[in-house]
């Protein structure tokens, strides 16, 4: 049987409802194996017998970029730790960090 989760946040209603279905399962043909790091994205298609159909190594920044963004914040916070609020430049510059990270 399934199941029904009413809940309320942000003064919006959220139902979650769950059910079981038979699924008619097809035969494989490809498998695809993906490796998400901080530097690149790798995923590489084989058939069944193992044959490389494709692979490709998609390189970005964003992860580390946002980390790096987040540990400056951090330690902004750190040095300031009980009037960070309160200082209108090191607001500024805490809010502007996280922004672009």
Do not use: C
């Not at 987040?70 to 809010?95: C, D, G, H, M, T």
């Amino acid at each position: 049987m399934g199941e029904i989760l009413v809940s309320l946040k942000d003064n919006t209603i959220w139902v979650y409802l769950t059910f079981k279905k038979e699924v008619k399962l097809g035969e494989v043909r490809n498998v695809m194996g993906v490796d998400i790091n901080f530097d690149s994205i790798v995923y590489t298609v084989l058939n069944n017998n193992g044959k490389l159909i494709s692979m490709n190594v998609s390189m970005f920044r964003g992860l580390r970029r946002a980390l790096h963004f987040k540990k400056l914040a951090e330690n902004l916070q750190k040095r300031y730790p009980r009037s960070w609020r309160f200082i209108k430049w090191v607001r500024n510059v805490r809010a502007r960090w996280l922004k672009n990270g």
